[in-house]
Each structure stands twice: as structure tokens, then as C-alpha cells.
């Protein structure tokens, strides 16, 4: 069955970069990459989305290579309100059906 | 202004009875879903749908079934609950097409079902 794979966890110091990679081999063509951010007892939230190459925004930036296989979040800078977990979306084409799909979410913790 | 409202926040009942969960948004979108989070933080589609398509996960049990009065509300129903049930659901809108994902979708704060 075709997934969307991320890491589970991540550690990261304050005033880093973190880079949170998404694995989505079946992604339908013409389909976007959207991450979403997600704190505690509360809905996911847009962080960003793109199709290919790069996006950035005033929260983050995502690089998709060109066989559009995987994207890579990245979060300049972290700090302490950035500890969340992070979830890539996708529109999966396995198995004949175009589903949209959530990886299994990336839970980022900023250390002081 | 809540764009996206969900109602009960909380709900505790038994196997067997039927509940619904509330959703109403005001973004004026025209594509509203349901997802289902368990207890690993896991997201999962359960339905999308707008009033020309509804998309429905193959892998949901037809006890879940969404029911929409207008555009701005999809409310979810299951009938005889099971244990299994238990999760936090998510109503979240877009101004996509059903299923398509192109467009951000607005979460709601979500509904935190036990069933015991």
C-alpha cells in the first residue's frame, strides 16, 4: 500500500534550523504538498504547500525535489513555541484511489 | 469570529448508542470533512465532501455517516458505537472540490469521543 512516511520525532536546540522530511512516493500528479502544524488539544493549522522546486513564506519554507517524491520542510529558527508535531498532506494515487493522506505527523521538541 | 465551529468539545457514552458531532463553518467554503485522530496522533480522512461529491474513506465503517442541513454544516453520526470509536474528530473546511487538497483547509478544534 502507498504511504506518506515522515520521522517520528525530532529534537532541535532553540535558534536552529530543522529540516522535516516527507516521503510520498504515490503522490498523484498534479497534486500539492501541504504541511500542517498541530500543538496540543487543538486543531492542525496551514503552515505551507507547494507543488515543485520551492515555496517560502513568513513561517517557513518547502523544497520539493523534481521527481516530487519527498518535500522538505524546513523551519528557520526555531524557538520554544515551534515544539509541535507536524504532519505532511498529500493526495495518495496507490492502490487506484486518490485519497487524501496524512503522514503519521513529526513531533519536533525545541530545547531551551 | 470561530471559522470553524465543532460541538460537543467533549462526549462520554456507551457502546451501543448513537451520538452526533456538530460542525459549522463561516469561511462560506464550499467542501467541508471529517477526520478521525486516535490516540497515536494519527489523522485520518473519514469523509469529504461538498454538495456535488461526497468522498467517502472505504476503510470507514458505514455505522459513521455525515449529514449536511446546508454548506455551512456537516455534522457526523454513528450509530452503536464500539469502543474502537474512541478519538478525538476533526471538522475542517476548504474552498477545494472534494477530496482534491489543493487548497488550505481550516480546522476545527475537535471532539474528543470516548466510549466506554
Known amino acids: 500500500l502507498a504511504k506518506t512516511t515522515q520521522p517520528i520525532s525530532m529534537d532541535s536546540y532553540e535558534g536552529q534550523e530543522v529540516n522535516i522530511t516527507c516521503s510520498h512516493n504515490?503522490?498523484?500528479?498534479?497534486?500539492?504538498i501541504t504541511w500542517y502544524q498541530q500543538f496540543p488539544s487543538q486543531g492542525p493549522r496551514f503552515i505551507i504547500q507547494?507543488?515543485?522546486t520551492k515555496v517560502t513564506n513568513e513561517v517557513a519554507s518547502l523544497f520539493i525535489p523534481a521527481d516530487r517524491k519527498s518535500s522538505t520542510l524546513s523551519l528557520p529558527r526555531v524557538s520554544l513555541s515551534d515544539t509541535a508535531v507536524y504532519y505532511c498532506l498529500t493526495r495518495d494515487s496507490g492502490a487506484g484511489s486518490y485519497q487524501l493522506t496524512f503522514g503519521k505527523g513529526t513531533k519536533l521538541s525545541v530545547i531551551p | 469570529d470561530t471559522a470553524v465551529s465543532q460541538t460537543p468539545k467533549y462526549l462520554v457514552t456507551q457502546m451501543g448508542n448513537d451520538k452526533s458531532i456538530k460542525c459549522e463553518q463561516n469561511l462560506g467554503h464550499d467542501t467541508m470533512y471529517w477526520y478521525k485522530q486516535d490516540s497515536k496522533k494519527f489523522l485520518k480522512i473519514m469523509f469529504s465532501y461538498n454538495n456535488k461529491e461526497l468522498i467517502i474513506n472505504e476503510t470507514v465503517p458505514n455505522r459513521f455517516s455525515p449529514k449536511s442541513p446546508d454548506k455551512a454544516h456537516l455534522n457526523l453520526h454513528i450509530n452503536s458505537l464500539e469502543l474502537g470509536d474512541s478519538a478525538v474528530y476533526f471538522c475542517a473546511s476548504s474552498q477545494d472540490g472534494a477530496g482534491v487538497g489543493r487548497y488550505e483547509q481550516y480546522f476545527g478544534p475537535g471532539t474528543r469521543l470516548t466510549v466506554t
Open positions: 507547494g507543488y515543485k
Open positions: 504515490n503522490i498523484a500528479t498534479n497534486d500539492y
